[in-house]
């Protein structure tokens, strides 16, 4: 996906991350009746704020990053037909990292029989 789009000083858009359907014992959740999702993944950021000496307070998240957000925080936004949502980086309230295939073969010490 392509956006035209740059935020300012410390905002940043995130696409909301669907999951899937929820099926509950048989019943099919209608999307008017769903949460949405708190987890996105971050498409553009800013800049970073100004500190008072001039210089730019860099961002801690990156594009292609996957955040948790409160959620009532962020402001809707529509670009080219497509929903996403801008926020400040202080509403974030972490960076997701998923645990590779690799981390369940650590190694560590197993309890025996």
Do not use: C, W
């Not at 019943?27 to 553009?44: C, L, R, T």
């Not at 704020?49 to 292609?64: A, F, H, I, T």
Request: charged letters at 35%; aromatic letters at 2%; a neutral charge.
């Amino acid at each position: 996906m392509t956006i035209n789009i740059k935020p300012l000083h410390d905002r940043i858009i995130v696409k909301r991350i669907e999951e899937g359907e929820q099926v509950r014992g048989g019943i099919i959740i209608p999307d008017s009746a769903k949460e949405k999702p708190q987890e996105g993944e971050v498409i553009a950021v800013g800049e970073g704020k100004y500190r008072e000496d001039g210089s730019r307070q860099p961002l801690d998240v990156n594009v292609g990053d996957r955040v948790l957000f409160g959620k009532y925080s962020s402001s809707e936004i529509k670009i080219d037909g497509e929903e996403l949502l801008i926020m400040r980086e202080d509403e974030i309230l972490g960076i997701v990292r998923r645990a590779g295939a690799a981390a369940g073969s650590s190694g560590g010490k197993r309890r025996g029989k």
